[in-house]
């Protein structure tokens, strides 16, 4: 009977642990609107390569004509090297000008959930399938 108490508590334990990881853990839908897109053009300003999620950083004007840096989010780095791509390849020349598409922040800030980035010689990467 001991040992059987232990395994419950040991399992409630665990399961309360993973849950709070979890939901501590942001969620894409929950800051972004899965619903609308914003496309943004402009020069990229700078890429900060870090976990969770990749920033680039564009100064830009979106569909209105509204001019500010946008904060760009997108995928973690490591599906980014699993997907052959490098800071290099994705913050393209300095300068660059890029157009983006994406989910636009759920509270109104300069920022989006990155679905396509097109580089001003043609080529994309498409980061998101929405």
């Not at 990881?21 to 894409?28: I, K, L, P, V």
């Not at 900060?48 to 904060?71: C, R």
């Not at 890029?98 to 498409?126: C, E, L, M």
């Amino acid at each position: 009977m001991r040992q059987s108490a232990r395994t419950l508590v040991l399992t409630v334990g665990v399961t309360l642990a993973v849950a709070t990881a979890a939901f501590t853990h942001h969620s894409t839908a929950g800051q972004f609107d899965m619903s609308k897109k914003v496309t943004v053009t402009g020069v990229i300003a700078r890429i900060d390569w870090v976990n969770p999620h990749i920033y680039l950083f564009v100064d830009g004007k979106d569909e209105s004509g509204a001019t500010a840096q946008w904060a760009l989010e997108t995928v973690p780095t490591a599906m980014m090297r699993k997907a052959k791509l490098t800071k290099e390849t994705v913050a393209g020349k300095q300068g660059e000008t890029v157009t983006v598409i994406g989910n636009p922040a759920r509270d109104g800030r300069k920022s989006a959930w990155i679905n396509r980035i097109t580089y001003s010689d043609g080529h994309f990467y498409q980061l998101s399938g929405n």
